[in-house]
């Protein structure tokens, strides 16, 4: 089954304990991204990646990181995280500019920093 | 720069009643324009998409959506609600090569029987 796996689903840390969010997919897609989604701000766009070891900012890439070491994962790490991290996060991926456009996205990762 | 604009943050319609819900976007050339769905606890579905060609698109579930570049639009329509369609909807905008894709800030449908 074509799928974006993302792990863990949910994850209460505390500020400044690193941690890493990983997203897999089983489509052979190029084309990687992360996003958060807030009330009333809708999805916004933190890292996207066009291919391996290719990665650029979104809109909102501040405390994040990530790489892109194989075509099918693109974990998204949070050096240090602070209380407006809190948020819930959605890994996306596309086949790039041989597809239709539409992006296939992972069930989310809900995430609380106290 | 893209950005999308999705007046309504909540509406309420009764099952059986028709549905708009509007989108406008921003974009300098022909945008490539998505309309996504979100259940409850869910990841994103998508509904439609618009590249080029017929301005009137169909997607699944019985949406379709109709494209004005003159009025920068990309409203989505269903003629007959169910009360499964209550959810949030996203409008999206992206470009060629689908480096970046810019959503707006989403519109919850209430279904009332």
């Known amino acids: 089954e074509a799928q974006v796996t993302q792990n863990p689903r949910y994850l209460i840390t505390v500020t400044g304990k690193k941690l890493t969010v990983t997203c897999s997919q089983n489509?052979?897609?190029?084309?990687m991204s992360w996003y958060r989604q807030d009330p009333g701000l809708g999805l916004r766009q933190i890292y996207y990646s066009m291919n391996v070891e290719v990665t650029d900012k979104g809109d909102v890439p501040e405390g994040y990181k990530v790489s892109r070491k194989e075509k099918r994962n693109f974990p998204l790490i949070l050096e240090s995280p602070s209380p407006n991290q809190t948020s819930l996060y959605f890994c996306a991926s596309n086949s790039g500019t041989s597809g239709t456009g539409e992006l296939f996205f992972g069930e989310g990762s809900r995430l609380t920093v106290l | 720069a893209q950005s999308v604009t999705q007046p309504d943050i909540h509406i309420t319609v009764s099952e059986g009643a028709s549905l708009e819900l509007r989108c406008n976007y921003s974009?300098?050339?022909?945008?490539?324009l998505f309309w996504y769905v979100q259940s409850p606890g869910q990841g994103l579905q998508l509904l439609l998409k618009y590249f080029s060609g017929d301005t009137l698109v169909q997607g699944i579930k019985g949406f379709e959506a109709e494209f004005k570049r003159s009025q920068s639009s990309f409203n989505l329509r269903k003629p007959s609600v169910h009360w499964s369609d209550a959810a949030e909807y996203f409008c999206a905008v992206g470009q060629r090569g689908y480096q970046k894709v810019t959503f707006g800030t989403g519109t919850k449908l209430q279904v009332i029987p």
């Open positions: 974009y300098g050339a022909t945008p490539y």
């Open positions: 489509m052979n897609h190029e084309y």
